[in-house]
Nanobody
């Protein structure tokens, strides 16, 4: 089955950066390179939201809340997607997850597989 292992979270101060990684298993490289991948997050007491997606052509789309600060990339050979997060604020505090998304839009949250354990990002002074 398809599994996601997220890593790279931590405790940082406002204005700092983090780079998250998501390794995908249970899927061939030829399939992985053609799927849309997304990064999602869930803050305490809030619903999970989709913040960034990347398609098979490495085009990206971001939610307004992270546009200009977050950057999503992928390494198809490693079946890995990355989320570079800059200028972090307390509003970015959440557990971050990755998953295959059916649509190339952060307005259409359609994860297709079971969730991984996520990685905690805490932004606090």
């Amino acid at each position: 089955q398809v599994q996601f292992v997220e890593s790279g979270g931590g405790l940082v101060q406002p204005g700092e950066s983090l780079r998250l990684s998501c390794v995908v298993s249970g899927i061939s490289g030829s399939v992985f390179r053609n799927i849309i991948m997304g990064w999602y997050r869930q803050a305490p007491g809030k619903q999970r939201e989709l913040v960034a997606v990347i398609n098979n052509g490495a085009l990206t789309h971001y939610a307004d809340s992270v546009k200009g600060r977050f950057s999503l990339s992928r390494d198809n050979a490693k079946r890995t997607v990355y989320l570079q997060m800059n200028s972090l604020t307390s509003e970015d505090t959440a557990v971050y997850y990755c998953n295959k998304n059916a649509a190339f839009s952060t307005s259409i949250m359609t994860p297709e597989y079971s969730w991984g354990q996520g990685t905690q990002v805490t932004v606090s002074s």
